[in-house]
């Protein structure tokens, strides 16, 4: 069978034993979007993860991860799952007697399951005995799992020995796993109440460390086999694969995650061949591409104090080194804001904005098990219920950065030195302004770009940009409906009104189960010249504070957090903030972007939940307290022929 063939039809081997293949008949593909009947001010925040693997990622599988697809579904929407003793020993050090009883703190309205379609599944067949691939020699060297079974399995994916890509590519046929992907989401699809997406993840790594992943999004129950990185390497190709499953009658995008890993390679003003961006790759990526993970437990991808140094909050979960220790990845080219106005930039010269992209949060956690919440995460890539799962010990050391984990190899055999463990984040989720909870209707939010991304924290956030927008507005009770009405929502262009500046409405709320809020923020990019320019403005704060006219800052909010505790109060900040902000700079023949940052008061890091929990000291290396956050998706303006503007 030609090696595509075998790498592109895979599927999960459950307790044990292999799963056959789905021999159902495709139903017909979902509507693009939700009832036209529902009115778009009845629009509610849904949140959900967009980025998770399990036992059938080949990387996953070597980390201990024995968590199916069809368990992930049901740990994301609030049940509570028996996670294997052996996955459980590995990951937190513990020695259960048996399976373990795992729930998450509060249930996710959607959840997308995006293992790497590379050898998809075909890591599970060491779980079948007298399977064909135990008996191959890449099987015997990585039978054992563990640091060096995902160092050798990842020699396989980067093109390595003829012969292990082809035992890879068989084991991945033998397992079948696109089919079982495809039957547990449509298993856990629950229409109003959880909504569930075939996906996967494009593993694309052009060099050593390099990340330029895509999580693929399908709107149906079905999809053809996936398109993966052993393919291709370049985004373009990728596209190419979406365009023809949208000829096939299947709505589908990509999302670009760990920007801030990619080495500059993620926003380039170049494509993949070299030359400079043109029109036709803009616009085809502006379709494929509409949205980019901002926020992940690999840390921040919106800015960085060395891109944006006016910027009092960029320095927020920085991971910078790309798997070689001390080697910093390349800053420009890697970071969502400086796409912004990268992409005005190249509109400006092109005709058309490469980079117009909505925002979501994912968690990037490989044992199968979402969580959002800093004391559910121990660091590192897996998720875990703090009430039954919470290392210890030693264990604990480790994930803290204090001790070496036994047998670990602290530098790759390729020269990469191993991450700093304290450089990992909390993980991030997505939210939605949709009609209702259905693929549709949440596909079609994720399309319009009508979204907000998170650390993890329930903040409810929602910005409008308008013309006729007045001071006192949400004290309304339709304000969202004349915010409709007037102007457009986050994720929109706005139109051109001659002799105006815009406004913008902004709402943030905050999670009913958390802190209270620090401040709301509109941060503006904008064209100047061959360049951009960036401000951020303090639009809305806590407290009756007040920006300092010299200095344009507010007043730090302050910080309640216990830290032999960890507990905090909500003595200071705000349950809501709202604003009615106009640009007080606007010009009307300057492209410009918007989009709002808010920040709540500070809560303990997960770092120092963990510390505090195992009575070991807070690390010195990590910030004891971090103010979680929400992005908005931008709002975009376009004078009239600056689209068009050449040179």
């Known amino acids: 069978m030609h090696l595509r063939a075998l790498l592109l039809t895979t599927a999960i081997v459950a307790a044990g034993a292999a799963t056959a293949a789905s021999t159902d008949k495709p139903a017909k593909p979902p509507p693009v979007a939700a009832s036209g009947k529902i009115d778009p001010a009845a629009r509610r925040a849904f949140f959900g993860e967009l980025h998770l693997h399990t036992v059938m990622s080949f990387d996953a599988w070597t980390f201990g991860t024995k968590v199916t697809p069809d368990q992930a579904y049901k740990f994301a929407r609030g049940e509570t799952v028996m996670v294997p003793a052996f996955q459980v020993a590995k990951e937190q050090g513990l020695n259960p007697a048996g399976a373990v009883p795992a729930k998450r703190a509060w249930p996710l309205d959607f959840t997308a399951v995006t293992d790497h379609s590379e050898f998809l599944g075909g890591m599970t067949q060491l779980d079948v005995p007298g399977s064909s691939f135990a008996q191959t020699q890449i099987g015997k060297q990585v039978s054992g799992g563990g640091q060096r079974a995902f160092f050798r399995a990842g020699e396989a994916l980067r093109g390595g020995a003829g012969q292990d890509v082809t035992d890879m590519a068989a084991a991945a046929q033998a397992a079948d796993g696109w089919n079982v992907e495809m039957k547990a989401a449509n298993a856990n699809y629950q229409p109003g109440k959880f909504t569930t997406f075939v996906a996967y993840e494009w593993t694309a790594s052009p ?64 494509m993949s061949d070299g030359r400079p961006i043109d029109e036709a790759y803009a616009l085809e990526r502006a379709l494929n591409e509409p949205l980019v993970e901002i926020s992940q437990t690999k840390g921040s991808s919106d800015t960085a104090p060395e891109l944006s140094p006016n910027d009092e909050f960029a320095n927020f979960e920085i991971m910078d080194r790309l798997y070689k220790g001390e080697t910093k990845s390349t800053l420009h080219g890697s970071y969502v804001r400086e796409a912004y106005g990268r992409g005005v930039v190249i509109q400006s010269q092109v005709g058309a904005n490469p980079f117009k992209m909505g925002v979501v949060g994912g968690s990037d956690i490989h044992n199968g098990l979402s969580v959002s919440d800093e004391n559910a995460f121990a660091g590192r890539i897996s998720g875990l219920d703090r009430n039954t799962m919470l290392p210890r010990g030693q264990a604990a050391r480790i994930a803290l950065g204090m001790n070496d984990a036994e047998g670990e190899v602290r530098v790759r055999p390729n020269g990469q030195a191993e991450n700093d463990p304290l450089q990992f984040a909390g993980a991030g989720i997505t939210g939605v302004w949709a009609e209702e909870n259905t693929r549709g209707a949440i596909f079609a939010a994720l399309k319009r770009k009508e979204t907000f991304a998170t650390t993890g924290t329930r903040i409810r956030v929602r910005m409008f940009g308008g013309w006729d927008f007045t001071p006192g507005l949400t004290s309304k009770s339709d304000w969202v409906k004349t915010a409709y009405a007037k102007g457009v929502p986050q994720g929109s262009d706005l139109p051109f009104a001659a002799g105006k500046a815009p406004s913008f409405v902004l709402q943030a709320t905050k999670d009913p189960d958390g802190a209270n809020l620090d401040r709301a923020q509109i941060i503006k990019v904008w064209l100047d010249g061959k360049s951009y320019k960036e401000k951020v403005f303090d639009v809305a704060l806590s407290g009756g504070r007040k920006v300092d006219p010299r200095t344009g800052r507010a007043p730090a909010v302050g910080n309640t957090v216990d830290l032999t505790t960890g507990a905090f109060k909500n003595s200071i900040g705000a349950p809501t903030l709202t604003a009615v902000w106009k640009d007080p700079e606007f010009n009307p023949k300057v492209a410009a972007v918007y989009y709002a940052r808010v920040l709540e008061i500070p809560t303990p890091r997960w770092t120092t939940h963990l510390a505090i929990a195992d009575h070991l000291p807070i690390p010195a290396k990590a910030p004891a307290t971090i103010q979680e956050r929400a992005w908005t998706s931008p709002i975009w303006f376009t004078p009239p022929k600056a689209a068009h503007a050449k040179g």
Request: proline share 6%; hydrophobic share 35%.
């Open 207 to 270: 060099g050593q460390g390099i990340h330029m992943h895509r999580n693929v999004i399908f709107n149906s129950d079905h999809a053809p086999n996936p398109f993966t990185a052993v393919d291709s390497n370049h985004p373009e190709d990728l596209w190419k694969y979406l365009d023809s499953v949208r000829k096939q009658g299947i709505d589908v995008l990509a999302i670009p995650h760990n920007s801030n890993l990619s080495d500059g390679h993620d926003f380039d003003w170049n």
